[in-house]
């Protein structure tokens, strides 16, 4: 097994619908690794395309009961792949997801909700 560091920043909260008993974020989400495949010579961390994600394992991180989803792309995709020289990965992106959250509104307009952003990895 892999073992995993997260870190996540909640950057907005964009709505709060309780007709459709949800709310949009924008967080970024950091993860880091190591990988002794990636291992190199130097002292110098390197920062590479976020296209070249593809080539590399990511971990399979979601996020539980969302709705909906994007990553940002405007100009180009916003993540971030740093590899240090052990092998470290950190793997950053900004993404923009619409989660369920059941609301008690029984006690409007005196309620109050606590709605959760949890994340997970697939398992298979």
């Not at 909906?68 to 916003?78: A, C």
């Not at 900004?94 to 959760?116: A, E, G």
Request: charged share 25%; proline share 3%; aromatic share 8%.
């Amino acid at each position: 097994p892999v073992s995993v560091g997260m870190s996540m920043d909640i950057a907005s909260i964009d709505t709060i619908s309780e007709i459709n008993m949800d709310y949009t974020a924008t967080i970024f989400l950091r993860q880091r690794w190591t990988d002794e495949r990636l291992c190199f010579d130097g002292n110098k961390s390197l920062s590479l395309d976020g296209r070249l994600v593809e080539m590399l394992w990511v971990p399979d991180t979601f996020i539980v009961d969302s709705k909906k989803s994007f990553l940002h792309d405007v100009t180009v995709e916003n993540r971030l792949i740093r590899i240090y020289p052990n092998g470290t990965v950190l793997y950053a992106i900004r993404i923009t997801t619409t989660v369920s959250c059941s609301m008690d509104l029984t006690k409007y307009p005196m309620d109050k909700q606590t709605c959760t952003l949890q994340l997970e990895s697939c398992k298979t």
